[in-house]
C-alpha cells in the first residue's frame, strides 16, 4: 500500500524489468517426475522440462533437501533454484485447522513467490496447499495449467 493509499501492484511496477515468468514446483512434482510407477510421471516430466525465453520452473533448496539427493543429481539443469534465507515468524506462525500443517519446504515455496516478482505460482498436486498458503493468494485449477494447485 502507498503513503498516497493506493495499492501497488509490483508485477505491473516492475513488469519492464522482469524478463520471464517462473513457476515453482512443489516436492511432489519432482517426485512423481521420478517414479517410474506414478501416473503422473509424464506430466511432471513435462512440466520440468518446461523452460522458454518467457516461461522458466524453479524450486527451492528447501524441497531440494526434502526430495533427497537421488532426485537431485537427476534434475534437469535448466530447474532454477531459489535460496530462501530465514522464513518470517508472521509465516512459520501460520497453522490450519487440518490435520496437516505446513512443512518448511512447504513455507519456502510462499517465501520465495513473495521475494521474488517474476513467480507466477507454485505448482502442486498437494490438495492441503490450499490451506497452507494463505487465502486470497491461492488460486486452484482443475487441469495441469501452471498455476498453484493441481487436481
Request: hydrophobic residues 40%; neutral net charge.
Amino acid at each position: 500500500m502507498c503513503a498516497c493509499g493506493k495499492l501497488l501492484n509490483y508485477r505491473h511496477y516492475l513488469h519492464e524489468k522482469i524478463a520471464y515468468d517462473a513457476y515453482l514446483v512443489d516436492a511432489n512434482i519432482l517426485i512423481y517426475a521420478f517414479e517410474s510407477r506414478s501416473a503422473r510421471r509424464k506430466y511432471c516430466q513435462a512440466i520440468l522440462t518446461l523452460n522458454t525465453q518467457s516461461i522458466s520452473i524453479a524450486t527451492t533448496r528447501q524441497i531440494i533437501e526434502e526430495v533427497g539427493s537421488i532426485i537431485e543429481k537427476n534434475l534437469p539443469e535448466t530447474l532454477l533454484i531459489y535460496t530462501v534465507g530465514k522464513i518470517p515468524n508472521d509465516l512459520t506462525e501460520i497453522k490450519t485447522n487440518f490435520f496437516k500443517q505446513p512443512s518448511i519446504a512447504d513455507l519456502s515455496l510462499v517465501q520465495a513467490a513473495y521475494e521474488h516478482p517474476e513467480i507466477r505460482g507454485i505448482i502442486t498436486y498437494d490438495k492441503d496447499f490450499a490451506r497452507i498458503a494463505t487465502a486470497g493468494l491461492v488460486e486452484r485449477k482443475s487441469s495441469i495449467n501452471l498455476s498453484f494447485a493441481l487436481e
